[in-house]
Structures are given as structure tokens and as C-alpha cells.
């Protein structure tokens, strides 16, 4: 189980003191219950690895290796211990738990090769929550020791190595198989580099009481689809077309059918009652072909009618829409609607020229388009994703959705991140049906937020279930199956 609640390492520290202060939990208590979780994991997960090693560094994180390790010994495996500081230098309830495997009679080895050799599991408690620059000298050298062991590992709160708040590998970090965080679940494993780091997330709240929660306010929340699909409400009856929305792609300048043809299928698959494309005309034929439950009008010199507008329920505009006179006009006649709209692709690149802000739309860049909006390079971006979201959603207005790994979705309130997906997003044309649910999510009668946070959830996990076969060679229409299995959660199988 997995909280939807995400802090950084600074609210997950107030946790921390707010249990030992004022609710009278001794920290020893809290490390102990630390130390017994990863106890618990390791005999779960490896219930046949019997030699361990367990790195310590020097704060509560080794603290909390100390006792696993005494754990460990208790019960019989065979343990080495690896400290990469004077235990001299520890202190309050990490030299407590030091002292107390000390008085088993074991000695520490050294971050040498050898340390590794013989070994069945790593515990990984070098470094916690704390760190504020990269990883260097000794340090550096024990973390490649072991992430070249081939070792599984198991990670203590969080990678050592791994920014609590930013999800980036500050120099270099740990690859853990699994990772066990405590108290509070923090915002940095679950964006950027995490997914490379993390392995299988678990999450031991310690026993602190609910009580202390209500005290620590957080903004920041993992997307979780078995809470946002219980607004997919089972449609009534005595319904027709009209009463799940029109859908308004507009894009596809010459050359690029393609992306609005997957935007609008997959608008169609995620509930949309009526979905009609404006395009070039010659990207007509084609399309209707391809799918003739669309509708497709061509639209020359930019033009489109007020009609046309006026009858729409959402819009999504970007989508292969290019950046010349053409995209520019469709872009002015879609600002002045006040129609709910999905700003993407080329649109954002318009957008970041006109610097329109609003308040009815949703913007989806990807950390490339990001980048050209804030006037930033994308490699800051991604080292620095909550406060590009943040940043963004302020400049911009409405609702903010930052794509890749850990896509986040910001509003003026609050950001919420995507755990789902997998690399075989990372193809051309995903970011177009992404927008096309979102749009249909819109036409639907959902607010701004919730369509996009449903729909980023719906768009990666229906990745994940079409990845079962395989993530190289999945392409973007691969996912129109899943998305209709996802947004009918309450459909049931029939019975025999």
C-alpha cells in the first residue's frame, strides 16, 4: 500500500519531530521500527539470501542499517557491516543503534571489493534525505562498488544519492531493486531519474498516529486510478450522442494527418459523444477513411466558423499544427473561444510567442516545449521539474500538465504525480492521444483538474497494459484498446 499523500524531505522531517516532540515517540522507537520494516522486506522479498551487507553512512539513515543489521544477526544470517565514517562521529539514536550491534561482538569491514564478494543482498543506508550536493570521493566509490556487485539491494528510505524533492541523481546514486520509505513518501521517487533508481517502491508509516499528518500540510499527491476512475460514472440510458460532448481537433498542416487522426480516435475512445477534425484538405480523404466515425472538415487559410466553435464542447489544438501563418490563424480563432481547451505541441510553441495567459485551458508540454516557455534549457527543466510545473502554471494560468517520466500535473493549488507508464511511451504520436482523452474528459463535463489528472493516469496505465507484450515497438494507437478498458471501470465480465 501506497499512500497518495507525497512530502519533501523538509515536510517529511516535521513528521519526524512532530511524532518524537509532541507526541512523545522516542526516536530510537522510530528507528528501531525503521530498521524492523527492512527486516520484514528483506526476509519477504529474499526469504533464501542468508549473507547481507549493510552500508552505513553517518545520520538516522545509518542508524537504521544498524539495527537491521543486528537483526540480521539475531536471527542468524551472516552479516557485514560497512561504516563510511569514524563511528566516532555518530550520533544520538545512530550511535545508540550502533553501540547496540556492537555489543554482538562484530567488527566493521571496509568499502573495499572483497566486502562484496559472498554476498546475497545489499542494504543501501549510506546516505537519507538530507543531501544537498553531489555525491564525491569515498562516497562515490562505495556506490559504484555497489552497483557493480550485481547484488539486489534494498534501499532505506530512499536511494542514497537520489534527491528526496527533485527526483535527480545528484552525481551518482544507488539502483536499488527496492526501495522503503518511512513516515512520509517523498515527491522525488516518483519523476525525472527515480524509475531508474527506485526499483519496487514500499512505503511504513512507523506508527506515527494520523494526528501528526493533520499537522504537516502538503500540496504534492500521488495520481492514484482506482481513486480518479470512481468519478467514471455508468452512463444512463435515455442518452444519445450529444450528451457526451464534441470534441474540436484542430491541427495536421501538411504532412502531419497523422497526430490529429490519433487525437481524435483516441478522443473518441475515451467516451467523446461526437469528435470532428479541422485539417488540411487534403488530409480529408485519408482521415475519414482511416476512421470514418469521424468528422473532418478542411480549413484553408486558417479558417474556421463561429458555428463551427460555438458548437464545441472542448478543444484541443496543437497536434501536428505547425508554426506558420496557417497554425498561427487557427491558434488567434481558438483563444478568442471561450470553450474549455487542450493546448499542445506546436500550439505551445505559438503560445510561448503570444505569452496569452488564461484561465480555461490545459497546457501539455512536453520538458522540450517546457523549456522554450520558461526560456530555459530542457536539462534544467528536468533537474528541476516541480517548480518548471509550478513556474509554468503561474505564467500561464489554468492547469499545467509537465509530460515524462513522472508526468506532473499542476494546478494554482496543488501538483499531483503520474506513478504509471513505462519507456514504451517514448514514441511518436503518444503525446497526441493523451491529449485527445484529455479533450473527450473536457467535452465530458469534467473541470480542468480532473481531466487532466484522469486522463494522465488513463493514458499511462493504459501504456502499461499495452506494454505486456512488450515494450519495444509499441506505438501510439497500440493504446486505444486500453483506454476503453479504463475509462469503463465499471464494466464486469458477463457471466458463464
Not at 534525505?129 to 559504484?144: D, F, K, M, S
Not at 528510505?157 to 527526483?167: F, K, R, Y
Not at 440510458?237 to 483516441?266: C, F, Q, W
Not at 469528435?275 to 488530409?283: G, P, S
Request: aromatic residues 6%; hydrophobic residues 45%.
Amino acid at each position: 500500500y501506497l499512500p497518495t499523500d507525497l512530502y519533501t524531505a523538509a515536510l517529511t522531517r516535521q513528521l519526524d519531530q512532530l511524532a518524537i516532540h509532541d507526541f512523545n515517540i522516542p526516536g530510537y522507537d522510530l528507528m528501531s521500527r525503521a530498521g524492523e520494516a527492512i527486516f520484514r522486506l528483506l526476509q519477504d522479498q529474499y526469504s533464501l539470501s542468508k549473507r547481507i551487507l549493510v552500508c552505513c553512512g553517518a545520520g538516522n539513515n545509518a542508524g537504521d542499517g544498524y539495527v537491521v543489521a543486528r537483526l540480521a544477526q539475531q536471527a542468524g544470517f551472516r552479516v557485514r557491516v560497512i561504516s563510511m565514517v569514524d563511528t566516532t562521529e555518530l550520533k544520538g539514536d545512530a550511535r545508540t543503534a550502533y553501540e547496540h550491534w556492537k555489543s554482538l561482538g562484530r567488527q566493521l569491514s571496509k568499502c573495499e571489493p572483497e566486502s562484496f564478494e559472498g554476498v546475497d543482498v545489499i542494504i543501501d543506508a549510506l546516505l537519507g534525505t538530507g543531501l544537498q550536493r553531489p555525491v564525491e570521493g569515498r562516497w562515490q566509490a562505495c556506490i559504484e562498488l555497489i552497483n557493480g556487485s550485481a547484488r539486489p539491494v534494498i534501499a532505506v528510505d530512499i536511494p542514497s544519492g537520489l534527491n528526496a524533492d527533485t527526483g535527480s541523481v545528484m552525481g551518482i546514486a544507488v539502483k536499488a531493486a527496492m526501495t522503503l520509505s518511512f513516515i512520509g513518501l517523498k515527491r522525488g521517487l516518483f519523476t525525472h531519474q527515480a524509475a531508474d533508481y527506485c526499483g519496487e517502491l514500499f512505503f511504513d508509516g512507523l506508527g506515527v498516529p494520523r494526528a501528526v499528518y493533520n499537522r504537516v500540510a502538503t500540496n504534492a499527491y500521488r495520481l492514484d486510478y482506482e481513486n480518479l476512475s470512481q468519478q467514471l460514472k455508468p452512463r444512463r440510458a435515455n442518452t444519445h450522442k450529444g450528451s457526451y460532448g464534441h470534441v474540436l481537433v484542430i491541427g495536421g498542416d501538411y504532412g502531419m494527418a497523422g497526430a490529429v487522426r490519433l487525437a481524435a480516435e483516441a478522443a473518441l475512445r475515451a467516451g467523446a459523444g461526437l469528435v470532428t477534425v479541422v485539417t488540411r484538405a487534403e488530409h480529408v480523404a485519408a482521415i475519414v477513411t482511416g476512421r470514418p466515425e469521424l468528422m473532418v472538415i478542411a480549413s484553408e487559410h486558417g479558417a474556421i466558423s463561429s458555428q463551427l466553435l460555438e458548437h464545441a464542447s472542448s478543444i484541443l489544438i496543437g497536434p501536428g499544427l505547425g508554426t506558420d501563418k496557417w497554425g498561427q490563424a487557427l491558434l488567434s480563432r481558438v483563444l478568442e473561444s471561450r470553450c474549455p481547451k487542450v493546448l499542445d505541441a506546436d500550439a505551445l510553441n505559438l503560445l510561448g510567442q503570444q505569452e496569452a495567459p488564461g484561465q480555461d485551458w490545459i497546457l501539455t508540454p512536453h520538458p522540450g516545449e517546457a523549456a522554450r516557455l520558461l526560456g530555459e534549457t530542457t536539462p534544467v527543466i528536468q533537474q528541476s521539474r516541480f517548480t518548471a510545473a509550478e513556474m509554468l502554471q503561474a505564467l500561464y494560468g489554468g492547469v499545467l500538465v509537465l509530460k515524462g517520466a513522472g508526468t506532473l500535473v499542476q494546478t494554482s493549488h496543488r501538483v499531483s504525480v503520474c506513478p504509471y507508464g513505462n519507456p514504451g511511451l517514448a514514441t511518436a504520436g503518444r503525446g497526441d492521444v493523451l491529449g485527445g482523452i484529455i479533450a473527450a474528459l473536457l467535452a465530458q463535463g469534467f473541470d480542468l483538474a480532473t481531466a487532466a489528472e484522469l486522463g494522465v493516469v488513463v493514458h499511462a496505465r493504459a501504456g502499461d497494459l499495452a506494454a505486456s507484450h512488450g515494450e519495444r515497438g509499441l506505438i501510439a494507437s497500440d493504446l486505444f484498446d486500453s483506454i476503453r478498458h479504463l475509462i469503463n471501470p465499471d464494466t464486469r465480465p458477463l457471466a458463464q
